[in-house]
């Protein structure tokens, strides 16, 4: 069954509290964007607005953000309304995305593990490409294809994940943990790494590339090493670049 994040958008936003949200995922994640100054910004499965508002702070021009949820989109307007920042947010399916213009840098956390087969990929990079400026750029953080451990390897992080089958489409499941105990259950699609590469390059997007997700190195001293040894030992998540060449 698909994950609906209109009946988990709360907790989800919970999740996201936990420290390796900042010290790994969203540390791989801006080292992956880069410099952000002036740049026009397309956020994809923005969820609450998480990126999209750090994205827009950190220096972009401006920041558009696209979620198939409305409630997450009814929490990242309810925080544009708090701390206004010039964010606009779209409740559309990316599957069905046409905005009629063009942005220097696209991204998405968790976007591509939601296609449920070749196809949906395969549209996801179509809708990419058609939405980047020539030499602009795509950066994503997604489930890796390649993760391998024991269900709660990660259980202290917050979280655990269960590939239910390693063929393509195969259920990936992650439970994410409140302070209480409860947790919510969130389905994943599995996709090999080549997958994902064929879809990008059907789509016209070149120089592919993977990144490993890192730890916030200054951290390292501060906080015992052995404590994120098993997530950046195991990697259940993976770094995805690629950009649309410049015709020449
Ligand atoms: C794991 S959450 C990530 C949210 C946000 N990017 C973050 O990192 O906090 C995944 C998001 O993808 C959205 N999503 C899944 N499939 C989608 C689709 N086809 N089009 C648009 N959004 C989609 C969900 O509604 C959900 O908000």
Redesign the pocket.
Known sequence: MK?D?DRI?KE?QLS?LQPWRKFV?AHTFFKLAGDLTNKYIL??????G??SRQLKLRGAANVEG????KE?IQLARGSEEKNPLGITYHI????N?KLNKKFDLIT????LN?AKNMEEITQ?AKVISEHLNPGGQFITINSNPDYQAPVNTLRKYGFTRENESRLEGGKIVYRFYQEDGSHIE?INYHHEKATHEMAFQFAGLSNIKWHPMELFSELVNELDADYWKPIIDTQPVIGLTCELKVAI
């Open positions: 994950t994040y958008s989800y996201k995922e956020d994809l499965a923005c969820g609450d998480f990126y696209v979620d198939i949820s997450m559309q399916d990316v599957l995305l998405a956390s968790y976007l939601y996801f969130v």
